[in-house]
């Protein structure tokens, strides 16, 4: 189908803004990228990603990226005593028949809040509206997966988690996010991250062919 004579008229202009902003990035210096990744990858990122297990169970799963602070002060909050305690757990597999899996597990794994966790800390048996417990010997080689067991049923939004981080950040501090489309990246595998990084490239250089074509010509 002919296009609007309007159209073809603005088009080559609107290729031509859309290639200013395009052709840089993907022309950029291998020099340019490492030193834009590295700043990015440096910089401190703990996504949380909150699962129900079902009417009782909880899963809150925590990645790290960049440079980790030496502790981790947790706060996990509800808005009413119904928390019955939480298991830390440092592996998506603990079986050890997952290819993928990382096999190496973080010192604090399987210890729980009442317990080893938190020990000294004392909980009631009809559960408590917030339990606080640190974290040591962080790295964003270990996954940090939490099982919460309620005393009723409860939903994603009963549950608040926190990071408060002691007066003077004497342990360093990282950002902490919620789980969303922007912080994906850190989320996932890095064979994932290869194949989103070169599909970008290609679309991105493919868009540059395409509107090349059309700043100089309107069809």
Do not use: Q, Y
């Given at each position: 189908?002919?296009?609007?004579?309007?159209?073809?008229?603005?088009?080559?202009?609107?290729?031509?803004?859309?290639?200013?902003?395009?052709v840089p990035l993907v022309t950029f210096s291998e020099s340019t990228i490492k030193g834009l990744m590295s700043g990015w990858l440096d910089r401190c990122l703990i996504v949380l990603e909150k699962e129900r297990l079902g009417p009782t169970k909880l899963m809150v799963t925590g990645y790290m990226r960049g440079q980790a602070?030496?502790?981790?002060?947790?706060?996990?909050?509800?808005?009413?005593?119904?928390?019955?305690?939480?298991?830390?757990?440092?592996?998506?597999?603990l079986s050890?028949?997952?290819?993928?899996?990382?096999?190496?597990?973080?010192?604090?794994?399987?210890?729980?809040?009442?317990?080893?966790?938190?020990e000294g800390t004392v909980y009631t048996e009809g559960g408590e509206p917030k339990i606080n417990f640190t974290l040591h010997d962080l790295s964003e080689s270990f996954l940090y997966r939490f099982h919460i067991r309620l005393a009723s049923p409860g939903a994603l939004d009963d549950l608040g988690v926190f990071v408060v981080y002691e007066s003077g950040l004497k342990d360093g501090v990282?950002?902490?996010?919620?789980?969303?489309?922007?912080?994906?990246?850190?989320?996932?595998?890095?064979?994932?991250?290869?194949?989103?990084?070169?599909?970008?490239?290609?679309?991105a250089g493919y868009a540059v062919t395409i509107l090349t074509g059309w700043s100089k010509k309107g069809d």
């Open positions: 189908m002919p296009l609007p004579e309007a159209v073809k008229t603005l088009r080559p202009a609107v290729a031509a803004v859309v290639l200013a902003v395009l602070p030496k502790a981790l002060p947790l706060s996990f909050s509800a808005s009413k005593p119904l928390m019955l305690n939480v298991k830390f757990l440092s592996s998506a597999d050890g028949l997952d290819r993928n899996a990382n096999l190496g597990l973080h010192p604090m794994a399987g210890e729980t809040c009442p317990g080893a966790l938190c990282c950002r902490v996010e919620n789980a969303s489309l922007f912080n994906w990246p850190v989320r996932v595998g890095p064979l994932a991250k290869i194949l989103a990084s070169a599909a970008l490239l290609l679309v």
